[in-house]
Structure formats: structure tokens, C-alpha cells
């Protein structure tokens, strides 16, 4: 079982950047796959960007790549997201994941077992 906390949200102009982290407890958090989803209003939960356990394996959706780093720490239990040059598009709660998922590194909601609550990220104009 693993347990998942998010911080760093806040609201930001566009162009800011933020840096999201995500504690986790338990012994096990460096046998789980982990992922940033992020949810705005009225949409559906999307994928941002996933590592493998051991940092080996990095995705990013294509509004991610070049703008958002995701990195962990299994000695801190620690996931981060950084994310440089905001917009308001990625106005959104942002969420972490866990997953026991040992192949590919998913970015389907379904196939994540553990989420945090999320923080509110907004990016002004």
C-alpha cells in the first residue's frame, strides 16, 4: 500500500514555472511505476508524464516534452514534476500516481493502482 501526498500548486503568470512533489509513504515506493495525470474542469483526467522504478524509463505526453520534467528520488520517496514556461492551457489539478504495472510504462488512468488528492495549478494570462 502506498500512500501519496502532492504539493506545489499555486496560481502563476504565464511563462512562470512550478515545481510539483509528491511524497510518498511506505516501504515500497521504489517497486512502483509513477505518473502526473492532470484533470481541468469539465475534462477528462490526461496523462502528463511517467517513470519506471528506477528512473530508467521516462514518457511525456507531447504537450510535456520540452516544457515539464518528471524525476524521483526512492531514497526520499519523492516523485517531482518540473514544469518551466506555463500557460494557462495547463491550468489543471494535478495528480500522482502509483503503479505495480512492471511493463511499459502505462498512461491510461485504469492502469494506475494508488492517486494522491491532487493540487490546484493556475496559470494566468
Known amino acids: 500500500q502506498v500512500q501519496l501526498v502532492e504539493s506545489g500548486g499555486g496560481l502563476v503568470q504565464a511563462g512562470d514555472s512550478l515545481r510539483l512533489s509528491c511524497a510518498a509513504s511506505?516501504?515500497?515506493?521504489?517497486?512502483?511505476?509513477m505518473g502526473w495525470f492532470r484533470q481541468a474542469p469539465g475534462q477528462e483526467r490526461e496523462f502528463v508524464a511517467g517513470i519506471s522504478w528506477n528512473g530508467a524509463r521516462i514518457d511525456y505526453d507531447d504537450f510535456a516534452k520540452g516544457r515539464f520534467t518528471i524525476s524521483r528520488s526512492n531514497a526520499a520517496n519523492t516523485v517531482w514534476l518540473q514544469m518551466n514556461n506555463l500557460n494557462p492551457e495547463d491550468t489543471a489539478v494535478y495528480y500522482c500516481?502509483?503503479?505495480?504495472?512492471?511493463?511499459?510504462?502505462?498512461?491510461?488512468?485504469?492502469?494506475?493502482?494508488?492517486w494522491g488528492q491532487g493540487t490546484q495549478v493556475t496559470v494566468s494570462s
Open positions: 500516481a502509483g503503479t505495480r504495472y512492471t511493463g511499459a510504462l502505462p498512461r491510461r488512468v485504469y492502469e494506475y493502482d494508488y
Open positions: 511506505g516501504r515500497t515506493f521504489s517497486m512502483y511505476g
